[in-house]
């Protein structure tokens, strides 16, 4: 992977000062990531060269430089200082600042280009990775299975709306939030076995913690937080697979993300359910009753040992 630097409103100077941006260099260079930058308060002759590699990725402020770029299938971030506005068209995403960003950020958004699943964590037993057309079939299969369908939302109706729904997901989910509901699979054979990720806080749960926090009469659903979703195929479950994955997609709250609480909603009769968030460390707050169903709430803080 090499990065490109095209900044045409940056100067030489100016380019090292751009916020985040010596952090920023330091972990390419610790990571053997080499990258190049051209800020010379001027137009870039290197949009234009020959030598593109399928493994570049370029970072350019000037949307004349973006549109080349785009057209020579070369993947693209725009970086469009906060006080600046306009749309940024032909570009992956658009950054206002280099701050908190790592080399497997922009690594991320290159393989989301090239199609490639971007992998979250490894147990010793499961990969979990982002969701890609070919997994709908066995998950959309999974949330259809007896018991599974009771607790799950979505994926229960017409299959090509289902579909259509599921891939608009994978495309605009990870690259906008940088998480997600992500595909669990087997590490040695591949296998598809259900989904576990992150989401933001559903209606159901932003309606339980309101009613927690005024019992408790010290407000604090404003925290940051997620909330914590699983679904492990009937013939994976009671093999301690849902417990590896719910560490690893919490490891990636806490410790990448920064999130402060995690939250789980659970149907009050689902007690595997219940089970696998006590060993996951989560505390259950309460219940409460949400579209005709009694649900409890669970929370876990990244102090917890997982």
């Keep these: 992977m090499r990065i490109k630097f095209l900044l045409e409103n940056q100067t030489e100077e100016s380019f090292y000062r751009l916020p985040g941006m010596d952090e ?5 260079k610790a990571r053997g990531i080499a990258w190049t930058k051209d800020a010379s308060n001027g137009s870039h002759e290197e949009a234009y060269e020959t030598d593109w590699k399928q493994n570049d990725l370029a970072v350019t402020d000037s949307q004349e430089t973006a549109c080349r770029l785009a057209g020579r299938s ?17 570009v992956q995403l658009v950054l206002q600042s280099f701050e908190g960003l790592d080399a497997d950020f922009f690594r991320s958004v290159l ?11 490894r147990t010793p037993r499961l990969i979990l990775r ?56 087997q590490k040695v054979t591949g296998n598809v076995i259900g989904r576990c990720g992150l989401s933001l806080p559903s209606e159901e749960c932003d309606c339980l913690r309101a009613a ?12 940051p937080c997620l909330e914590l ?7 994976y479950q009671r093999q301690g697979y849902g417990l590896e994955a719910g560490r690893e997609a919490l490891r990636y709250a806490f410790d990448r993300l920064g999130c402060q609480s995690v939250y789980a909603v659970i149907h009050n009769d689902n007690r595997p359910s219940a089970g696998l968030a006590r060993k996951l460390g989560f505390s259950r707050l309460g219940e409460g009753e949400e579209k005709g169903n009694r649900l ?6 990244p102090h917890k040992k997982i």
């Excluded at 393989?111 to 964590?121: D, E, H, L, N, P």
């Excluded at 927690?212 to 404003?222: A, D, I, L, V």
Aim: hydrophobic share 30%; with cysteine.
């Design 24 to 28: 920023l260099l330091d972990d390419l």
């Design 74 to 90: 070369v993947c693209c971030i725009g970086f469009q200082p906060s006080h600046n506005s306009g749309y940024f068209e032909g």
């Design 111 to 121: 393989f989301r280009f090239q199609g490639r699943a971007v992998v979250i964590g």
């Design 130 to 185: 982002e969701s890609t057309e070919e997994d709908f079939k066995i998950i959309y299969q999974i949330s259809r299975e007896e018991g599974n369908d009771r607790y799950v939302d979505g994926m229960t109706g017409d299959e090509a709306k289902e579909k259509e729904a599921y891939l608009a997901y994978v495309r605009k989910m990870y690259s906008f939030y940088g998480f997600g509901l992500w595909t669990v699979a």
């Design 212 to 223: 927690f926090e005024k019992n408790q009469r010290s407000p604090g659903t404003e925290e």
């Design 229 to 235: 979703g699983y679904l492990i195929g009937k013939k």
């Design 296 to 301: 409890d709430l669970w929370r876990m803080r």
